[in-house]
């Protein structure tokens, strides 16, 4: 059952969803599976623009996180609220449709598409004219194709995937076939883009262009930004803030210098090494 506690600062309320307000306010989260407890109380917000990082050891509820954020898991207790509307209950193609994007740990890309027809796919849920509308109103939906290219082909170049366009998503290099997968997340023009550890399986040049790009599409796009990720290091060269969990407990959120020299992380990291 939703809880809804009296110390939320802000109401969901649509007409308040002003500039000021986070895009996401998460209150209380609790997550179980039978006995496990994979989310206990968690509570955060991320800002209009923000790139906002979760870090924890293995099982801390990262993944729990980002779906209960997408609606494929329903958290038992708690209030998810995206720019004033409530997420809990709705199905996960409802919340992609509100503006929730997410990237893959595994690419998430059509192997026999080429790129851009799975950038294409990415912008689905903006299409208007289905293919019966398409024929009687082709000028219409002429228009409309027209327009979704222009939009993917804006994506390709801040991306630079340029040299990829006609490429089967199967035949890219991975850190390119990564790159893709952001691509067809930015395609959906997200509110909020969910990136599941986005360098996992990189090199160290691999590793430093997604910085880059991740650089690139904040200051081009302003989107806000949720990062799940193991390598500290990226971490803490991106985040604003950073919120630790561990079993489940946010033990500690605030900017990267804050948490990289918190006494409960630094436990919560060599307590799970020993
Ligand atoms: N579908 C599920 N059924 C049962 N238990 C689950 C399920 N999903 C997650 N859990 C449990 O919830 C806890 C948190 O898991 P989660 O995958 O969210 O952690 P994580 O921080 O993403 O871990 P990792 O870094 O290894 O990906 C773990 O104890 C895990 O076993």
């Known amino acids: 059952m939703e809880r809804v506690t009296t110390s939320d600062p802000a109401p969901a309320r649509e007409d308040e969803a002003g500039t000021d307000r986070p895009i996401l306010e998460v209150r209380d989260l609790t997550l179980r599976f039978g006995g496990v407890t994979a989310l206990d109380g968690v509570s955060f917000e991320v800002g209009r623009g923000e790139l906002f990082a979760v870090i924890g050891p293995n099982g801390a509820g990262k993944t729990s996180i980002f779906n209960c954020l997408n609606g494929v898991y329903r958290p038992q207790e708690g209030t998810i609220t995206l ?4 997420l809990v209950g709705r199905a996960p193609a409802a919340i992609a449709a509100m503006g929730v994007a997410r990237t893959f740990q595994n690419l998430g890309l059509f192997e026999h598409l080429t790129l851009i027809e799975n950038l294409m796919l990415g912008r689905h849920h903006l299409m208007r004219t289905g293919f019966g509308t398409g024929m009687l109103w082709w000028g219409r939906a002429k228009r409309e194709e027209v327009r979704h290219r222009a939009a993917v082909e804006e994506i390709v170049e801040l991306l630079e995937l ?27 023009e997200p509110s909020l883009l969910l990136l599941d550890e986005p360098v996992a399986g990189m090199n160290l040049e691999e590793t430093e262009d997604t910085a880059r790009y991740l650089v690139e599409v904040r200051r081009e796009l302003g989107l806000a930004m949720i990062l799940v990720e193991h390598d500290m290091r990226l971490v803490m060269d991106l985040a604003d803030r950073v919120l630790a969990l561990d079993f489940g407990v946010a033990i500690a959120t605030g900017k990267p210098s804050e948490i990289q020299n918190h006494p409960a992380v630094i436990e919560a990291y060599l307590g799970g090494a020993r």
Do not use: N, Q, S
């Open 162 to 188: 340029e040299p990829y366009r006609r490429m089967p998503a199967g035949l890219l290099p991975y850190g390119v076939a990564k790159r893709a997968e952001l691509g067809r997340a930015l395609a959906m």
């Open 83 to 86: 720019d004033g509307e409530r």
